[in-house]
């Protein structure tokens, strides 16, 4: 069996390393969707560039693939499986935007007490990041992101944020039955997490619904904050 994990929203994927390592000694084969790297802000970074992307890595493969979506990384997977259903075994959303036909990372759904108080955001041509200037703002992130994590890995974390395409987090799904309805969905939801509130994954798992549900008391980043107890639920799901 062969996983890819895709990363959330400003993250690159070195925050997998542990979980990677940890798969690897039950002998799972694991690799990692690389970013896009923002060169200009002025670049136009898609969900198409990153569906190509990821087919690229996954084209030569022999076996069925395993893809494991951390936060708006849920968009990717889901939109990949729509366009190459026949290469995936299961899609494994973590805290991930499971979402359904002709919705965006933007229409997430959240009552007004369901949306997190948000760190400082900048926003340039087709990006935006987080302001890590000051203490302040550095614990604001650390709150809303890594509120569970060992400090030391919390501002590691913060000093490798990198630019988001907007022009990412905007595409709506355009979905079927026929190719993502058909493939096996598991969510791992976190429920100690300051970013998508446990109740906001709930009504996620409610419009897309999933074979199997587990729950882990872990902040956003459990990759970080509890990479083992996170590797045995991947493996309950790898071999199921």
């Known amino acids: 069996m062969y996983c890819v994990f895709i990363a959330g929203s400003y993250h690159e994927p070195w925050y997998f390393e542990n979980v990677v390592d940890l798969l690897a000694a039950e002998g799972i084969k694991s690799d990692v969707l690389l970013p896009i790297p923002c060169t200009s802000y ?71 007490n369901e949306r997190p108080i948000l760190p400082e955001v900048v926003m340039e041509g087709n990006f935006k990041w987080y302001k890590t200037d000051s203490q302040d703002n550095r614990q604001k992130i650390i709150e809303y992101f890594y509120n569970q994590c060992p400090l030391d890995l919390a501002e590691q974390a913060v000093d490798r944020l990198i630019p988001q395409s907007i022009l990412l987090l905007q ?54 904050s509890m990479p083992r107890k996170l590797s045995k639920i991947l493996m309950n799901i790898i071999n199921e």
């Open 42 to 112: 002025t670049d136009r970074i898609t969900m198409e560039d990153y569906v190509a992307r990821l087919y690229e890595l996954l084209q030569d493969k022999n076996e069925k693939i395993i893809l494991i979506a951390h936060s708006s990384g849920g968009q990717i997977i889901t939109n990949f499986a729509e366009k190459y259903a026949d290469l995936i075994d299961k899609l494994i959303y973590v805290s991930g935007t499971l979402l359904p036909n002709d919705y965006s990372n933007f229409d997430i759904p959240r009552q007004n």
């Open 171 to 224: 595409h709506k799904n355009k979905l079927s039955e026929e190719n993502f309805g058909k493939i096996d969905k598991y969510y791992i939801k976190c429920m100690n997490d300051h970013v998508i509130f446990p109740s906001v994954q709930e009504k996620m798992i409610d419009l897309v619904p999933c074979k199997k549900v587990y729950e882990l008391e872990s902040d956003h980043v459990p990759f970080l």
